[in-house]
């Protein structure tokens, strides 16, 4: 049995990637809504709201996050204070999905979805490292892989 966890270095990017928008958000209300203070405030006031609650949920989700591999099944569990968690078996996996960008390996930014039978499981948040050994163990068991 192998267990992957999601790269922590995802949470630091979409952290930073919300704090970025929630400040471009503060300088348009500015901007725009400089005469309406009300509009100006809850503009500012949600902006904050959600960089806070990104900044504490990102990370709590990401740590909550792992792939579980066994010999005949893949499972995936994830939620922060309702636990979510799904199986499949390897022998119904149709094909698999690889998404990746041009930093995934310094970002973790690495995504398998794999198509089953009447759906899909994504596995999230992978690091380069694991990206790979999952896609080898993939194709070690046949499963066919598109790009």
């Known amino acids: 049995m192998t267990v992957y966890h999601a790269d922590f270095a995802a949470a630091r990017l979409l952290q930073l990637l919300l704090l970025c928008m929630a400040l471009l958000v503060c300088i348009a209300a500015a901007y725009f809504f400089r005469s309406y ?6 503009c500012n006031a949600s902006a904050v709201a959600i ?7 990102f990370p709590l989700y990401i740590r909550s996050l792992r792939c579980i591999i066994s010999s005949s099944q893949i499972t995936v569990r994830h939620g922060i204070f309702l636990r979510r968690e799904q199986s499949v078996l390897l022998r119904s996996i149709q094909f698999v999905r690889i998404i990746h960008g041009p930093f995934d390996g310094a970002w ?31 194709r070690q068991k046949g499963v066919f892989h598109a790009p």
Do not use: K, Q
């Not at 960089?51 to 949920?57: A, D, M």
């Not at 398998?112 to 992978?126: P, Q």
């Open 51 to 57: 960089s806070l609650l990104g900044c504490i949920g």
């Open 37 to 42: 203070p009300l509009v100006l405030l809850i």
């Open 108 to 138: 973790g930014l690495n995504f398998i979805v794999l198509h089953v039978y009447g759906g899909m499981l994504g596995i999230a948040f992978l690091s380069h490292r694991d990206r790979m050994a999952l896609t080898e163990f993939l």
